[in-house]
């Protein structure tokens, strides 16, 4: 058993089909939750101006990423250097299939500052769908190209984008049994990766606060283990205090004012709550076994959370204040890790059963639970903030950690845009 493992043990709808409306409707939309995974073909050729090559870049990898929209080879474009004032050529572009097309324009304002005009276009209809302008330094591009991705997703998808957001995690580097654990930092699409510890120390679940700008997550240090926050603006890190033993699993509270957390004493480990602001502690748990992994649901009125009480690891929920206890894992196997969806509707956890591990979710009163994902090891769901997607990590017989990215469906599955060996990730919510 890895010290991953030991320490956890301590601490322990089909997606995809483009459905194209008749006439009357005169507008696509790609229907996330009927069968016959079909990515939409989408056209985006490099927008005009500096940087528009690499927006549009940026725009189709997002897409592609998603599984729901396969974007045109551009060798394939029967038009190019389109004007973002004049109307495709729709006939020309159904001729390669093409259901969907982006084109835009870069311009650079008097002050430096950058211009992005876009349009999105039904080819079947001839409608235009949506027409946008964002302005933003030229260093901050990338962004544009995310906030760009996040619309075109809600406008055909009606679903909330996910693509301007961040990822903290846990890369991983060096021999087997002398790994180096850094805190790390991320876009969703593993650019601008950043190292926030300087992997002297061990670091595990980092998890967001509702704001995007600080992260708690557990140290451990031959001295002992410590919960910290950190404040991604100012790079400040304090600590929460000592504790008599071992902390660890901390996150934030919806509204980012509570952390809650678990302390392991003489082989026992309850669950507590602090106030950020008091520095108040209450114990929520007082069973003599293991309980930890604790997440809160969207209105922070509940928790779920991990515990061996009942002779294996199982997913139980209680109201914020301790109170209500109520086990809703009903399946064979060892459930550990949950964390509850943005949008309330499920909750994701990992599950060992039949000597593999899976990534599934089930609704908050335990009923529907869909297994997502099958491996050797497959561990620490955490969801994009619109409900949609998860990403986790999956480790092969003797390899490295790896981050993926499943839908809540199972249907799309792939590795995530980082490529270098990490684990414990978590989703930001939408930058601001």
Known sequence: ?????????????????????????????????????????IAIPAFSGGRGGDIAGVISANLEQSGLFAPVNPAAFPERNLDIAIQPNFEAWKTIDTQV??????????????RVDFRLWDIGSGTQLLGLQFTSTPENWRRVAHKISDQIYQRLTGESGYFDTRVVFIAESGARGKRVKRLSIMDQDGANNSYLTDGSYIVMTPRFSA????????ALRPTG???YLFNISTGRQETLGRFAGMVCAPRF???????????????NSDLYLMDLRSRSQTRLTSDPGIDTSGSFSPNGGQIVFNSDRGGSPQLYVMNADGSGVRRISRGGGRYTTPVWSPKGDFIAFTKQAGGVFHIGVMKPDGSDERILTTSYLDEGPTWAPNGRVLMFFREGRGGEPRLWNVDITGRILRPAPYRGSGSDPAWSPLLD
């Open 1 to 41: 058993m890895t010290l991953r493992h030991l320490l956890l043990a301590l601490c322990a709808l089909i997606m995809g089909t483009a459905a194209l409306p008749g006439v009357a409707a005169a507008q696509i939309e790609v229907d996330i939750n009927q069968g016959n995974l079909k990515p939409v073909p």
């Open 101 to 114: 097309l982006v084109n835009g324009q870069v311009t650079t304002e008097g002050d430096g500052r950058l």
């Open 211 to 218: 704001n995007s700008q600080e992260i708690t997550y557990m």
């Open 225 to 227: 283990s410590s919960i």
């Open 253 to 267: 509270s919806p509204n980012g004012d509570r952390v809650v957390f678990s302390v392991e004493k003489n082989g």
